[in-house]
């Protein structure tokens, strides 16, 4: 969770995913995001990536080996506390959802954050309307469900029911940059819960971004 308490972000990597996996029994890790993106990094693309953690350790050891050129590397990032309660998050079934290719939705927000700081979503029927209204002046884009030969072309729009909520792009441009990993994105909307944007990484897990709406402003006199 971001500390404006205004996005969080949820990991889902099964155990089927990896090459060898154990846990003899629940835990929870707090890491420093920043530190260990850092130590992510030092990894070349036919590394093998190595996490191990102790019960009582205060840390989380990472290592790495390449079978090519025999080097090995290993690293201590420190635990934090965390709260990890207070960061769950409840099952919710969405009753509209916006599923396109994940290339179309980083360029719509690339585009849009050039222009304006907010875009309204609009879900009515099988058409979706993402509108700004920027200092330039307003612009729309309207989508409509299709099933287009080509995949990049593919929109597909459930709507039980009709929702309007706008959402801030600065927000909406760095979720869709995890866009390298599924070649579909959905976005499931209702008024009642925060925008949920849902990546499904292969046959491994998810990582999924939740934000809140930004609250209509009222206009000055």
């Known amino acids: 969770m971001d500390s404006a308490h205004v996005s969080l972000v949820s990991l889902k990597l099964n155990d089927s995913g990896f090459e ?3 846990c003899d029994k629940n835990i929870t890790l707090g890491l420093n995001l920043i530190d260990f993106s850092k130590i992510l990094k030092m990894a070349k693309a036919d590394d093998i990536m190595i996490l191990k953690a102790e019960e009582d350790a205060p840390f989380l050891s990472i290592g790495y080996e390449n079978k090519k050129t025999l080097k090995t590397a290993e690293f201590q990032l420190n635990l934090l506390q965390l709260d990890a309660q207070a960061l769950g998050i409840p099952d919710q079934t969405y009753p509209t959802y ?3 290719s ?3 939705f980083v360029n719509l927000c690339r585009d849009f954050t050039q222009m ?3 875009v309204k979503i609009e879900v009515e029927g099988d058409s979706a309307t993402f509108s700004i209204n920027g200092k330039s002046g307003p612009g729309k884009i309207t989508m409509k469900n299709n099933n287009a030969e080509k995949e990049e072309d593919q929109i597909s729009i459930v709507c039980n029911q009709s929702v309007a909520c706008s959402y801030g792009l600065q927000y909406l441009n760095s979720f869709a940059k995890a866009s390298s990993l599924s070649s579909v994105v959905t976005l499931n909307i209702s008024p009642k819960f925060p925008l949920m944007i849902e ?3 292969e ?3 998810f990582i999924k971004f939740y934000l809140a709406p930004k609250m209509d402003e009222e206009p000055s006199e």
């Open 20 to 22: 060898e996996y154990r």
């Open 98 to 100: 916006i599923k396109m």
């Open 102 to 104: 994940s290339s179309e």
């Open 116 to 118: 304006a700081d907010s």
């Open 199 to 201: 990546y499904n990484i």
């Open 203 to 205: 046959d491994i897990g």
